[in-house]
């Protein structure tokens, strides 16, 4: 947000800090400055700043106040004419083309004359017919034959804003000759507004966070009323549907108003701020809103008066029936849901509640009477409302983050002030108000053993007391004890443990985060140990990354809707229970995962058409609800997901070729291997979101682990993804791990060669390789180092129903060299153990 320092000094005396100590001091406070933009006033003295810095400064011999007595005719151009000016030191005859002077061209002598901002030669400042910010200095030329060296001043020639169609009128009471950065200088400083600091998000909120962090008092705006007109009361009503929805809904009235400029110094503030100037009707909506955090709203009572066909109108707060419609202000028309909270009276919608008003209702230059509102929202409600139809306005970034529902009536009340100052209208007496339902403030217990065993201080107790004090908490110490009620225009602050947390946010921010000491703990560390599972978590990343992979770290949070997308149109999923998030982001993300397959997908998908290769793996927690429990278990869980290339394509060419279920099967043995996991075996299985008959099983003993195999087809058809097989693996991180060796045995190379030999075997067709290796390792004993499978075949020639399975297996000892006779012993063993256990024969 955007605040100009000399608003902030109309409720906090800041005068006597320079701008690089006030931007520290807020920055500390957590009001981060990001920039300040000079608006006449002069750079902070010294070489270096601590802070970035833009605009334009306005020394006080160079521009000043300066008021127009005459508007002349140009004696050579038509478009040009000439003021009569006095800069309080000399008349001056000044050359200018400004549009809105040239309603006073041949009156003669003014009787009011036009205050200015008048620039004198020399001065440095923005070129007003050039795009963008391009500085020019004034200089003594002749323009149509006449002499001109000065100039009468722009917003955008000062830095004010980029409106340079017309010269500023200031207002009547600026004075004659008074330098220009006295009169009306500024800095404008920008700060980053933190989520859960919205109620920062306005000048009185930044203000008040000052006056805490320098000891200075705080002064509120005057928002005392005189009604001139008729009662309010019998000339509208409120009728909320929903109090969960909207808390709080305020209607102020004011009659006989006049659509018209607000005075300079408004429009000034609000086009430092970035806020377009219109009229003084929604200029005081918008002023307030900036003020104090509260957005508001003003309707055209005259047309809800036809609207209710002459009676008095009824403001409904209700939820849009689904596909109901509305034009807001931005001339968009939007089709609603049922979820998303409308603003309307008995004839229909008329605003989208919390975030922009219906263009039927708006004010207009015939307005007369002005209906004004003053509301609350559920914030959670706004947020989604903004996030489905795409819509960003200044009072849904407020709204979406919470404002105190207290806030309303003071809003109402200082805006129905400022138009009827700014435009002449007539308060109507009393204010109809609907507070179903207030908020409570809580009240949260701390002491100040607790505060300093937590920052390391040694505040004591009424210290504390004073800060939050400062912050608008109301107090109470005894002994140790601090008692603080939350002040009513906070939402952030909990009850219990959580309270305590905040509170103790607070005192260490207006205590200033740099007076708490660095200090040695009171106690010694203790002996440093690690986690074994950390450990081998660590070491299993390493290894899937040395296979190949990369990790990814996906959202915890998702969907029922997402999560679905896993499974086959027709296949019927058990349900399941979530575990919900009471805030969430958006719609989408509103629920804690309980498939770790699921955001693998979604990765996948929204990667397939950006890489010819993918190989990642995720390990990271599912969030399954546990009955009678409020937290869930965090079951530890890894996925693996592979598709396209095996190899990316390279200039040495070559025919490109698919990853398929058994480069998953390599990864998954890869794993296993090097984490020294023994007793690893697969076996055919079935999962819903994987190809039948391309899933298996993977068991460590007799525990099944987890589950690998290729996408189900109708499955990929639920995600937009290449053309390439989908490779999936499962695993459960907690077996894997527990069943893992950090120590384990090693053995010496071997010093004597190895036997290495064929053997191709047929079997029926229902026995595994698996089964057939179980039984070579049986006959080869402790000899038999290592066993491959080769090659499949199938044909006539062996049968129907049987298969050829080769295999290449690999003799050794550890203290000689075996001899042939040896080895042909154990041949027969295991030719004999073929026959025997699987009704196997040798392929011939």
């Given amino acids: 947000m955007k605040v100009p320092i000399t608003w902030l000094n ?105 205050k200015v901002a008048y620039a004198r030669e020399g001065a440095q400042l923005y070129d007003g017919h050039q795009p963008g910010k391009q500085l020019t200095t004034l200089k003594r030329m002749k323009i149509r034959g006449v002499e001109s060296f000065s100039m009468i001043c722009s917003e955008k020639e000062l830095g004010i804003s980029d409106e340079h169609e017309g010269v500023i009128l200031l207002d009547d009471d600026a004075p004659t000759g008074m330098p220009l950065v006295a009169y009306m200088g500024d800095a404008v400083f920008d700060v980053d507004t933190l989520p859960n600091m919205v109620r920062d998000a306005s000048v009185l909120g930044m203000a008040r966070e000052i006056a805490a962090a320098t000891g200075r008092e705080l002064h509120y705006p005057d928002d005392s009323l005189t009604a001139t007109g008729k009662p309010i009361q019998g000339r509208a009503a409120i009728q909320i549907e929903d109090p969960e929805l909207n808390p709080r809904f305020v209607l102020g009235l004011i009659e006989d108003i006049k659509v018209q400029p607000s005075p300079y110094w408004v429009r000034r503030r609000l086009n430092l701020v970035g806020m377009r100037p219109i009229n003084c009707i929604v200029d005081a909506t918008n002023y307030v809103m900036l003020e104090l955090g509260e957005p508001l709203h003003a309707f055209d009572y005259d047309i809800l008066l036809n609207r209710a066909g002459g009676k008095s109108p009824t403001i409904i707060t209700r939820t849009a029936q689904e596909g109901e419609r509305l034009t807001t202000l931005d001339g968009v028309q939007h089709t609603l849901d049922a979820e998303m909270e409308l603003v309307t009276d008995t004839a229909g919608a008329l605003s989208l509640a919390g975030v922009m008003g219906g263009e039927e209702s708006e004010v207009t230059s015939s307005t007369t009477n002005v209906l004004l509102e003053g509301a609350s929202w559920n914030f959670i409600n706004i947020r989604k409302t903004v996030s489905k139809l795409k819509i960003n306005s200044e009072a849904a970034y407020r709204f979406s983050r919470g404002v105190h529902p207290a806030l309303a009536e003071l809003g109402v009340r200082l805006s129905l002030k400022r138009m009827a100052e700014w435009g002449e209208g007539q308060i109507a007496e009393g204010l109809i108000d609907n507070y179903p339902n207030p908020p409570a403030d809580p009240v949260v217990e701390l002491s100040a053993d607790w505060v300093n065993a937590s920052l390391g201080t040694e505040i004591e107790a009424q210290k504390i007391a004073d800060i939050l004090s400062r912050l608008e908490f109301t107090c109470e110490v005894e002994s140790d004890t601090i008692r603080a009620q939350t002040p009513p225009h906070r939402l952030d602050i909990h009850e219990g443990v959580i309270g305590q947390a905040d509170l103790l946010e607070e005192i260490s921010r207006i205590y200033g985060f740099d007076k708490i000491p660095s200090r040695r703990l009171d106690q010694p560390l203790p002996p440093q140990s690690s986690s074994e599972e950390l450990v081998m978590e660590d070491d299993l990343r390493d ?47 509103r629920v804690m995962r309980r498939s770790i397959l699921a955001s693998m997908l979604e990765i996948m998908e929204y990667n397939s058409s950006l890489d010819q290769r993918l190989a990642l793996f995720e390990i990271g927690p599912v969030f399954n609800p546990v009955e009678g429990q409020q ?18 394509t390279t200039w040495q060419g070559g025919e490109p070729e698919v990853m398929d279920f058994y480069d998953l099967k390599g990864v998954v043995e890869g794993v296993m291997q090097g984490m020294h996991i023994a007793g690893v075996t697969f076996r055919a299985g079935e999962h819903p979101s994987l190809h039948p008959g391309k899933t298996a099983e993977i068991l460590i003993g007799e525990t099944v682990v987890g589950v690998m195999g290729e996408l189900h087809p109708l499955v990929k058809a639920n995600y937009e993804m290449e053309e390439a097989p989908v490779m999936l693996a499962e695993l459960d991180l907690d077996a894997v791990l527990g069943a893992a060796r950090i120590l384990f045995d090693v053995e010496a190379v071997p010093t004597y060669p190895p036997v290495l030999e064929d053997l191709a075997v047929v079997v029926d067709e229902v026995v595994t390789a698996a089964d057939v290796e179980n039984v070579l390792r049986l006959g080869g004993g402790d000899y038999l180092a290592k066993v491959q499978l080769f090659d ?30 040896e080895v042909l012993k154990l041949r027969d063993k295991i030719i004999r153990l073929l026959d025997e256990e699987l009704g196997a024969s040798l392929r011939s």
């Fill in 10 to 114: 109309d409720y906090v005396d800041i005068a006597d800090l320079n701008l690089e100590e006030l931007a520290k001091k807020m920055t500390l406070v957590g009001l981060e400055v990001e920039e300040i933009r000079l608006v006449g006033m002069p750079m902070p003295p010294g070489e270096k700043h601590e802070f970035k810095y833009a605009g334009l400064s306005w020394p006080e011999d160079k521009f000043v106040v300066a008021q127009v007595d005459e508007v002349m005719p140009h004696p050579n151009a038509d478009r040009l004419v000439l003021c009569r000016l006095n800069d309080g030191n000399e008349e001056i005859i000044v050359l200018t083309g400004a549009p809105n002077l040239f309603e006073y061209l041949g009156k003669g002598p003014l009787d009011k004359p036009l």
């Fill in 543 to 589: 290894l899937l990354v040395n296979l190949g992979l990369q990790e990814l770290i996906a959202y915890r949070m998702t969907s029922p809707e997402r999560e679905a997308r896993r499974f086959p149109p027709e296949y019927q999923a058990p349900e399941v229970d979530y575990i919900e998030i009471q805030n969430p982001i958006s719609v989408e993300r």
């Fill in 792 to 821: 499949i075949y199938r044909g006539k020639q062996l049968g129907e129903g049987k298969k050829s399975l080769a295999f290449s297996l690999t003799y050794i000892a550890p203290d000689r060299t075996l001899t042939d006779k």
């Fill in 631 to 648: 937290l869930p278990q965090e079951k530890q869980m890894l996925s693996i997901g592979l598709s396209g290339l095996r190899h990316k």
